[in-house]
């Protein structure tokens, strides 16, 4: 909106939806009515209504008035038009539009216009201002409307009168789309439930885009419902009939614009039953047996000419399903709600809401199932197949109708057909019967009479199966206890049709007296049962033992005695029955003499036999168990006493299901404890060693009658006590009237006389007999020898040894220890202590090192336990040196293999071990030694490679050469050597010393140094690798690898490093890239390193075919050689090699063409798919003519001639002379003038491309027409130039100016095609476009093609020349130039003139040298014209020069011949003749 107007004019808003929004608006009037204008819209606005008041005015205002108005309520004015519309208008135009406002009162009223400010509408007249309207008349008003888009706009006219007030809308009706829908679509007449379709092609014929909706009103339907469609496009609108019930059906299409238009296209159709039916309305199945089937067939018969689609369904209606579904609704809203009621009560945790919202979404999920269910029918017992499908016109459908009964009764189901062309579903009634098993017993009732209690009794009862089908049956348990006395076997089955099953019968009673049972067999599919009733009577047994009672006398404590008796069953049935003791003890069982004896422990022995309870003393075998009727059963009784007492008890006899004690038989004993002695109550062992075990025997007697127990008890407090004693068999059972001997063994502990006591315990007796045992204890008997050691002269610092032996000469082992008697002593002693077995000899190793060479004295000392210590004396003398070295030295050094030009360093310690100053001399034997003591290199290594040994002078050397060594001191030393070669060293190295005081050296040490020199050896899997990479256009580049391997050959682990430069990367064996920064990588010996080459073939991404080529270099650490590998690279893109950059026509002759040729190779190994054209980019692409030259009008004022005083005459033979020159001088200029030509032209084409734009511009320059320079020069003839201002420069496209051919095709690898360039030469044309040839998968190569047109364009600088007055017999000269004022280089030549340089002037003809040639632009040639008049008298001749085609060029030549003048002063002599 413009600046200025006030901020409340209104904003313009779109088209209301009264205006054209109708029930009954149809799409050809809506188009109709968009298509009128403004005037036109005007014209047909027939109706008028009042406008509604907006608001009334206040009485006082209109008090001056009286209405007579018929409807006060009702405006006084109308106005008209109603509402001004504004349609199909311009942007930018002013629209007119007056308003009419008529007095529909009886009397004046006054009436004020107002209009809010708005940019678009404004109103013409008074505004504000109350006009007096009288009765009947009109107030016109004018509207004008100025759109600045062609969009909707609305605005308010507002009218005040002195009554109300009331608004006169403005409208603007702006672009709309218009879709040219059918005002009616006749469906005609349709089946029922089919689908009929319309398909129509709608087009926007509108001035806007159209943003729509589609929507019609069931059984019509409509796709798509939505859509945007430019201006003058066309879419498909399929509109689908699809009526569920027979008559007439009729709705409304309605198109919704998104301007709020609605247009409605009437839809009718018309649904009819058609000619479908079934053969048949019922099935009625005979009877058919359960798990068996029935099968009929009903036809479903078309006879119309549709394909009808048909359903069973188990409902009648459609409505009848869609109550189903919402019952299914309901009751899961209803569960759903219980359940979050119940949780919400509960206030459960946030385990149980999670599985409620799994729970509901399970319920969502049924849900979503039963509303997709098609619910066809589906019954347990009836089925029909197919339940859906197909029928063609005029054929029919047979439907498989299966009747499968589950139990014994009458079904009756009803199926309905929903089929497409039927409105009610075809029922089909279905009825059958089923029939279930037939299953009865042989007898229904079975008597048993009398029988024992507990008795097992077996019947048989068999079940018949008079049906066709088999008749499974299963056992009522019973529910009394009588009944669950009886078993049945088997107690279910099946029985086949026509057999018989046999249900055996077992009974064993456990309650007396009368009985009768019913027992019923269910029968699955049958509704009776089949029944078998039992009936008896139970009565009890009778039992007796063999013996009245039984004695066991008297019995020895802990040894057991059994009894044995017999119990008898009187009775005819088995009988279980158990037997017991009530007066026996109800605690642990008690223990027997042979258990006893198997407890060592004293505390068994000393405690009671019992605890607190009575132990339970008697054992019953079987104590349970049945005798059989008639039977009897043999009873053993045990008594096994641990009570010192009398016995008299009973054993009783319970009998299960009858009675407790129903029987006892009398048990009568007595428990007594044998007493036991020894027969010597002292033991004596006499002398004994110490820890030495000796064994004597104890005498036990037993004078009773009964046998006993007894046990020697372990000794107590061993640690205190002066020996110990044990037995080999402490526990044992000692018969009546006998007597046992117990071994006792017994260890002393102590030197000296030894007493302990022993205990025997017996077995029911409180305390132990008592035994002493005596000894006397001594230590070993060991002898030593040798008893002097001499070990004489041995090495020193090294161990030598003598052997010491011990000889044990008693029965237990010595423990010895043994020991220098020295301090400092340099021998030792090997075992040190240890043990000598019995009667055996141990050696011990006497170990002397000695630490100098002098002689050596000391003791051993032997201390043997419980025994006296034994002294032995040893001495030595050393030999040798004390010098010793921490590392291996001498007497052979093996430096083993190490790399050349590298040092080989051996650092070792030399000590001395000695007692005395050492002076030490190194040397090299064969060597001198050198006068010069050279400095030696810094322990620990140094950086700096040594250099190799000078010739004559040992490969290692040692530092330092001399050293001075103190007792103990140690002195670091350095064996350095170094090979520039490959070689095996082998030097002697001598170490001489003075020792202590001694002033003479003497040879210590020699060490033979060995070393192989040698150089890195690897094994490379490959010494060249290479990658190829092929790209066609479908291929997506990725990475490549290669494998390499890595073996150490030589002998020596190697460190090295790796280095390969882009596009190609080392990898590690899974194809993961090395880090930038790593170390260097080390192999061991004979060790392999796998590694990848990586290759970047997207390197260089430009679509050009590239080879890379690197250098794998692999450098050493320890050693300057290098190993290299070389990695190749090679992509290859679809390429083509073009021969040149770049094309030049040059300068052609307008309006004709010129074909240029360039050779395309594909240079790649796969085949190239290209194709031309030019690019686009007016920067680049140029077209542009020449301006005209200006017009050179011919003055004959101005004419060039040669004045008549100029003139070079010579003579004939001269003249010949110079024109013999002249012609080969201008020859030879041609000659070098166009072999400039050429190497300009080369030149310039090597720079073409790249200066383009910069030598296209200096070319218009140069070729462009000086028009100030001929203007100077006056020229007298300039032809060729009338051409340029004849053309008419029209618009050209670059397709008509140049072409390229074949515009695409196919090269095989290697195969070559010209291309061919063509250059249409337009009337002084300079044209300039960029070829671009696209290869698929490759670059796009450009090729910079230049070209122009011209025609031939020359001057001459003079037309006449006038040598005036000259010698007849002398050949005139003069020059003519002949300049090249155009772009296009041409030829010219001399018609009818002299030719070749021999030829003779000929008197009256001109010769013109040189008479052709060629002239480039911008360049000029001088003509030298020569003339031999030949005659006196005026001479006037003609010359022509032919440029190009152009007309030829006339010179005329004129002049005067004359005599040539001379005056001579002669002198005069008179003879006479006398």
């Known amino acids: 909106m413009a600046s200025g107007f006030s901020d409340k004019t209104p904003t313009p808003r779109l088209l209301s939806m009264e205006i054209l929004n109708s029930d009954t608006l149809t799409p050809s009037a809506f188009r109709k009515e968009m298509s009128l204008t403004t005037k036109q819209r005007l014209a047909r606005a027939k109706k008028l209504t009042l406008p509604p008041i907006v608001r009334p005015q206040a009485k006082h205002e209109t008090s001056h008035h009286k209405s007579l108005a018929a409807d006060p309520e009702q405006s006084s004015f109308q106005p008209c038009p109603p509402e001004v519309v504004f349609q199909n208008y311009t942007p930018g135009e002013v629209c007119e539009m007056p308003v009419l406002l008529r007095n529909r009162d009886k009397v004046p009223h006054l009436m004020k216009v107002t209009l809010e400010s708005s940019p678009y509408f404004k109103l013409v007249g008074p505004s504000d201002v109350y006009r007096k309207v009288p009765p009947g008349l009109t107030g016109t008003f004018r509207i004008l409307f100025t759109p600045a888009e062609n969009k909707d706009y609305f605005h308010e006219l507002v009218c005040i009168s002195e009554r109300e007030e009331f608004i006169v809308p403005i409208w603007a009706i702006g672009a709309r789309a218009i879709l040219d829908f059918p005002d009616q679509l006749d469906f005609s007449q349709c089946p029922v439930k089919c689908s009929t379709h319309r398909t129509l092609l709608v087009r926007n014929v509108g001035n806007r885009q159209a943003r729509y909706q589609l929507s019609t009103q069931s059984p019509f339907s409509v796709t798509p419902a939505m859509g945007v469609l430019d201006v003058g496009d066309t879419v498909q609108v399929t509109v689908e009939f699809q009526p569920l019930k027979t008559g007439d059906c009729s709705t409304s299409l309605v198109v919704h614009y998104d301007t709020g238009e609605d247009t409605h296209t009437s839809l009718h159709g018309r649904a009819v039953d058609v000619q479908i039916r079934l053969d048949r309305t019922s099935v009625t199945f005979g009877k058919t047996y359960m798990t068996l089937s029935n099968l009929t067939t009903v036809h479903i018969h078309n006879m119309s000419d549709t394909t009808a689609h048909f359903q069973w369904k188990a409902v009648d209606t459609r409505e009848e399903e869609e109550l189903k579904l919402r019952q299914c609704h309901r009751l899961y809203q209803q569960e759903k709600d219980k359940l979050s009621d119940v949780l919400k009560e509960r206030r459960v945790d946030t385990t149980l809401l999670e599985r409620f919202a799994l729970f509901t979404h399970c319920?969502?999920?049924?849900?979503?199932?039963?509303?997709?269910?098609?619910?066809?029918?589906?019954?347990?017992?009836?089925?029909?197949?197919?339940?859906?499908?197909?029928?063609?016109?005029?054929?029919?459908?047979?439907?498989?109708?299966?009747?499968?009964?589950?139990?014994?009764?009458?079904?009756?189901?009803?199926?309905?057909?929903?089929?497409?062309?039927?409105?009610?579903?075809?029922?089909?009634?279905?009825?059958?019967?089923?029939?279930?098993?037939?299953?009865?017993?042989?007898?229904?009732?079975?008597?048993?009479?009398?029988?024992?209690?507990?008795?097992?009794?077996?019947?048989?009862?068999?079940?018949?199966?008079?049906?066709?089908?088999?008749?499974?049956?299963?056992?009522?348990?019973?529910?009394?206890?009588?009944?669950?006395?009886?078993?049945?076997?088997?107690?279910?089955?099946?029985?086949?049709?026509?057999?018989?099953?046999?249900?055996?019968?077992?009974?064993?009673?456990?309650?007396?007296?009368?009985?009768?049972?019913?027992?019923?067999?269910s029968v699955a599919g049958s509704p009776m049962p089949a029944i078998l009733t039992i009936k008896g009577f139970v009565k009890a047994p009778t039992f007796r033992f063999d013996v009245p009672a039984l004695h066991f006398g008297d019995v020895s404590f802990g040894f057991p005695r059994t009894l044995k008796c017999c119990l008898f069953n009187t009775s005819l049935v088995s009988m279980a029955v158990t037997l017991r003791i009530p007066g026996d003890g109800s605690g642990e069982p008690s223990v027997s003499s042979a258990d006893q004896k198997l407890k060592l422990s004293s505390q068994a022995w000393r405690k009671k036999a019992h605890g607190l309870m009575k132990p339970r003393e008697f054992t019953i075998s079987p104590c349970r168990g049945t005798v059989r009727g008639l039977g009897s059963q043999d009873i053993e009784v045990t008594l096994c006493s641990n009570t010192v007492r009398d016995y008299n008890l009973e054993l009783v006899v319970d009998m299960d299901g009858v009675g407790k004690e129903v029987l006892a038989l009398t048990l009568?004993?007595?428990?007594?404890?044998?007493?036991?002695?020894?027969?010597?109550?002292?033991?004596?062992?006499?002398?004994?060693?110490?820890?030495?075990?000796?064994?004597?025997?104890?005498?036990?007697?037993?004078?009773?009658?009964?046998?006993?127990?007894?046990?020697v008890l372990p000794?107590?407090?061993?640690?205190?006590?002066?020996?110990?004693?044990?037995?080999?068999?402490?526990?044992?059972?000692?018969?009546?009237?006998?007597?046992?001997?117990?071994?006792?063994?017994?260890?002393?502990?102590?030197?000296?006389?030894?007493?302990?006591?022993?205990?025997?315990?017996?077995?029911?007796?409180?305390?132990?007999?008592?035994?002493?045992?005596?000894?006397?204890?001594?230590?070993?008997?060991?002898?030593?020898?040798?008893?002097?050691?001499?070990?004489?002269?041995?090495?020193?610092?090294?161990?030598?040894?003598?052997?010491?032996?011990?000889?044990?000469?008693?029965?237990?082992?010595?423990?010895?220890?043994?020991?220098?008697?020295?301090?400092?002593?340099?021998?030792?002693?090997?075992?040190?202590?240890?043990?000598?077995?019995?009667?055996?000899?141990?050696?011990?190793?006497?170990?002397?090192?000695?630490?100098?060479?002098?002689?050596?004295?000391?003791?051993?000392?032997?201390?043997?336990?419980?025994?006296?210590?034994?002294?032995?004396?040893?001495?030595?003398?050393?030999?040798?040196?004390?010098?010793?070295?921490?590392?291996?030295?001498?007497?052979?050094?093996?430096?083993?293999?190490?790399?050349?030009?590298?040092?080989?360093?051996?650092?070792?310690?030399?000590?001395?071990?000695?007692?005395?100053?050492?002076?030490?001399?190194?040397?090299?034997?064969?060597?001198?030694?050198?006068?010069?003591?050279?400095?030696?290199?810094?322990?620990?290594?140094?950086?700096?490679?040594?250099?190799?040994?000078?010739?004559?002078?040992?490969?290692?050397?040692?530092?330092?050469?001399?050293?001075?060594?103190?007792?103990?001191?140690?002195?670091d030393v350095v064996l350095?050597?170094?090979?520039?070669?490959?070689?095996?060293?082998?030097?002697?190295?001598?170490?001489?010393?003075?020792?202590?005081?001694?002033?003479?050296?003497?040879?210590?040490?020699?060490?033979?140094?060995?070393?192989?020199?040698?150089?890195?050896?690897?094994?490379?899997?490959?010494?060249?690798?290479?990658?190829?990479?092929?790209?066609?256009?479908?291929?997506?580049?990725?990475?490549?690898?290669?494998?390499?391997?890595?073996?150490?050959?030589?002998?020596l682990p190697l460190s090295f490093v790796l280095n390969l430069e882009q596009p190609f990367l080392i990898c590690s064996v899974d194809q993961q890239p090395l880090p930038a920064d790593s170390k260097p990588m080390t192999l061991d010996v004979e060790e392999e390193l796998h590694l990848c080459i990586q290759f970047n073939p997207a390197y260089e991404n430009n679509l050009h075919s590239w080879v890379a080529e690197r250098v794998l270099r692999m450098r050493f650490t320890e050693h300057p050689h290098e190993e290299q590998v070389q990695v190749r690279g090679e992509v290859f893109f679809p390429n083509l090699h073009l021969e040149a950059e770049a094309v030049d026509f040059g300068c052609i002759i307008n309006d004709t063409e010129q074909t240029l040729y360039m050779e395309m190779t594909n240079c790649s190994p796969i085949p190239v798919q290209y194709h031309w054209s030019f690019l686009t980019d007016s920067k680049v692409n140029t077209i542009r003519f020449r301006p005209s030259p200006p017009k050179f009008k011919r003055q004959s004022s101005e004419k060039k001639v040669i004045p008549r005083g100029y003139s070079e005459t010579e003579t004939v033979e001269k003249a010949i002379e110079t024109l013999e020159t002249t012609q080969d001088s201008g020859q030879d200029k041609s000659g070098q003038e166009e072999s400039d030509q050429e190497v300009s032209d080369q030149d310039d084409s090597d720079q073409q491309l790249?200066?383009?734009?910069?030598?296209?511009?200096?070319?218009?320059?140069?070729?462009?027409?000086?028009?100030?320079?001929?203007?100077?020069?006056?020229?007298?003839?300039?032809?060729?130039?009338?051409?340029?201002?004849?053309?008419?420069?029209?618009?050209?496209?670059?397709?008509?100016?140049?072409?390229?051919?074949?515009?695409?095709?196919?090269?095989?690898?290697?195969?070559?095609?010209?291309?061919?360039?063509?250059?249409?030469?337009?009337?002084?044309?300079?044209?300039?476009?960029?070829?671009?040839?696209?290869?698929?998968?490759?670059?796009?190569?450009?090729?910079?093609?230049?070209?122009?047109?011209?025609?031939?364009?020359?001057?001459?600088?003079?037309?006449?020349?006038?040598?005036?007055?000259?010698?007849?017999?002398?050949?005139?000269?003069?020059?003519?130039?002949?300049?090249?004022?155009?772009?296009?280089?041409?030829?010219?030549?001399?018609?009818?003139?002299?030719?070749?340089?021999?030829?003779?002037?000929?008197?009256?003809?001109?010769?013109?040298?040189?008479?052709?040639?060629?002239?480039?632009?911008?360049?000029?040639?001088?003509?030298?014209?020569?003339?031999?008049?030949?005659?006196?008298?005026?001479?006037?001749?003609?010359?022509?020069?032919?440029?190009?085609?152009?007309?030829?060029?006339?010179?005329?030549?004129?002049?005067?011949?004359?005599?040539?003048?001379?005056?001579?002063?002669?002198?005069?002599?008179?003879?006479?003749?006398?």
Request: hydrophobic share 35%.
């Open 363 to 521: 319920l969502q999920n049924e849900r979503a199932k039963v509303r997709g269910d098609p619910m066809l029918f589906k019954d347990d017992i009836f089925s029909l197949e197919p339940k859906e499908g197909k029928i063609r016109p005029n054929c029919s459908a047979e439907i498989m109708v299966f009747f499968k009964p589950q139990d014994a009764r009458v079904y009756e189901q009803a199926a309905y057909c929903d089929i497409s062309g039927r409105e009610n579903r075809l029922p089909l009634h279905l009825t059958g019967e089923g029939l279930g098993p037939r299953l009865r017993f042989n007898f229904e009732e079975l008597d048993i009479g009398e029988v024992f209690v507990t008795g097992t009794h077996s019947y048989e009862a068999i079940l018949l199966n008079r049906g066709l089908i088999e008749a499974p049956f299963s056992l009522v348990p019973p529910s009394t206890a009588m009944g669950s006395c009886f078993t049945f076997l088997p107690q279910k089955g099946t029985v086949a049709p026509g057999r018989h099953e046999a249900i055996r019968i077992s009974f064993c009673p456990t309650i007396l007296g009368d009985f009768e049972e019913p027992f019923q067999f």
């Open 668 to 711: 009568t004993a007595r428990c007594i404890v044998p007493p036991l002695r020894v027969l010597s109550p002292v033991v004596t062992f006499q002398h004994c060693c110490l820890k030495v075990p000796y064994e004597e025997r104890l005498t036990l007697v037993n004078d009773s009658n009964f046998p006993g127990c007894y046990c």
């Open 715 to 971: 000794q107590g407090h061993k640690e205190k006590a002066a020996a110990w004693y044990s037995s080999s068999v402490p526990a044992g059972i000692i018969e009546a009237h006998s007597s046992v001997e117990i071994p006792i063994t017994l260890k002393a502990q102590l030197l000296g006389e030894c007493n302990v006591t022993a205990e025997v315990a017996i077995f029911g007796r409180g305390s132990p007999l008592e035994i002493h045992l005596e000894c006397i204890g001594h230590g070993p008997i060991v002898y030593v020898y040798p008893s002097k050691i001499n070990f004489g002269s041995i090495p020193v610092l090294q161990d030598s040894s003598k052997n010491l032996y011990l000889s044990n000469q008693s029965d237990i082992p010595a423990t010895f220890w043994a020991e220098m008697a020295g301090k400092r002593s340099r021998w030792r002693i090997e075992p040190s202590k240890g043990v000598v077995p019995p009667d055996s000899e141990l050696p011990l190793t006497v170990i002397a090192n000695l630490n100098d060479t002098e002689q050596f004295q000391d003791t051993v000392k032997v201390f043997i336990e419980n025994s006296p210590t034994t002294l032995i004396s040893v001495q030595a003398v050393g030999t040798g040196t004390t010098i010793v070295s921490n590392k291996p030295l001498s007497p052979q050094l093996d430096l083993r293999y190490h790399f050349s030009c590298s040092p080989c360093r051996y650092e070792f310690q030399l000590t001395n071990r000695g007692h005395r100053l050492h002076q030490l001399y190194w040397s090299t034997e064969g060597f001198p030694i050198s006068r010069r003591r050279p400095r030696g290199p810094a322990l620990g290594g140094t950086k700096d490679a040594p250099q190799s040994p000078r010739p004559g002078s040992p490969v290692f050397k040692l530092w330092p050469r001399q050293m001075e060594l103190r007792p103990g001191q140690t002195v």
């Open 976 to 1051: 350095e050597g170094c090979s520039s070669t490959v070689q095996e060293v082998k030097e002697r190295l001598l170490c001489h010393a003075m020792v202590g005081k001694e002033r003479a050296k003497k040879l210590i040490m020699q060490v033979d140094v060995t070393c192989r020199f040698i150089c890195p050896l690897v094994q490379i899997s490959s010494r060249a690798i290479t990658f190829r990479v092929v790209k066609k256009p479908s291929d997506v580049l990725t990475l490549q690898y290669q494998p390499l391997s890595i073996k150490n050959t030589c002998p």
């Open 1250 to 1474: 790249s200066d383009a734009e910069d030598s296209l511009e200096a070319e218009e320059l140069s070729t462009s027409f000086p028009s100030a320079s001929v203007e100077s020069q006056s020229p007298v003839w300039m032809r060729g130039l009338s051409q340029f201002s004849e053309v008419e420069h029209r618009n050209v496209r670059m397709q008509e100016v140049f072409d390229v051919l074949p515009v695409w095709g196919e090269l095989q690898p290697g195969q070559s095609e010209l291309v061919t360039f063509t250059f249409f030469g337009h009337a002084n044309i300079v044209a300039r476009v960029m070829a671009r040839c696209h290869v698929q998968g490759g670059p796009t190569y450009q090729v910079l093609v230049t070209g122009e047109a011209s025609c031939p364009s020359f001057q001459l600088d003079v037309e006449e020349i006038d040598w005036g007055l000259q010698v007849f017999n002398k050949i005139l000269k003069a020059t003519v130039t002949l300049r090249n004022t155009g772009a296009l280089e041409f030829t010219y030549m001399l018609p009818n003139s002299s030719t070749g340089p021999a030829a003779k002037l000929l008197p009256g003809v001109p010769v013109v040298v040189p008479s052709k040639g060629s002239i480039a632009p911008g360049q000029e040639q001088v003509l030298k014209v020569y003339y031999l008049p030949g005659k006196i008298g005026v001479f006037c001749t003609t010359f022509q020069v032919q440029v190009a085609y152009l007309d030829p060029a006339e010179i005329s030549l004129k002049g005067e011949g004359t005599l040539p003048e001379r005056t001579e002063n002669l002198p005069r002599k008179l003879k006479s003749k006398h």
